[in-house]
């Protein structure tokens, strides 16, 4: 298991998946109209979902700037909700591959340790391929059609793509 203690993984460790697809998505500079994080929810409406592991938030942000909210549950109650960022994992019986997938909020601060927190789960998930879903603004008029950007380390996949 993890030796740090920011990531928690859930049911003991990380599920065996079919040749996982990493997608991630965090709100922040990079989710302009929450494009990128809506992109997330999209892929995991109407599929069944295995939390596997957490990000604890407590020393990655600033909590003056990005707060939890308090709300009252349907006892009353209240409640906190912290910044949350959760890996999930997607199975998708008959399909090449399962899906891996964060969905979550962009640090303030110790980014590097964050990215090392995203790659663990990535690797010891088996995750052959990450993708990351951005939106930034851009001055096109509304008869446009936007651009659409993409970027890789791989040859092949760079060439398949036509980047």
């Known amino acids: 298991m993890s ?9 003991g460790g990380p599920p065996a998946l079919n040749r996982p697809i990493m997608v991630l998505a965090l709100t922040g500079l990079f989710d302009i109209s929450s494009v990128a994080t809506k992109t997330i929810e999209h892929l995991v409406s109407n599929h069944k979902v295995e939390t596997v592991a957490t990000i604890d938030p407590d020393g990655f942000y600033d909590f003056q700037q990005e707060r939890p909210t308090v709300w009252l549950d349907e006892y009353g109650d209240r409640q906190i ?21 964060l969905s979550g909020v962009e640090p303030h601060v110790r980014w590097r340790t964050f990215c090392e927190l ?4 990535a690797r010891r998930t088996g995750c052959e391929v990450v993708v990351t879903v951005g939106a930034s603004p851009e001055a096109v008029p509304h008869t446009r059609t936007p651009g659409v950007f993409g970027s890789t380390t791989n040859e092949e996949l760079a060439r398949a793509l036509g980047l």
Request: net charge negative; no cysteine; proline share 12%.
């Open 81 to 101: 909700s912290w910044p949350a960022n959760e890996f999930h994992a997607i199975r998708y019986p008959g399909f090449p591959h399962d899906l891996v997938v």
């Open 3 to 11: 030796q740090r203690p920011e990531l928690v993984w859930e049911s």
């Open 118 to 121: 995203v790659v663990e789960v």
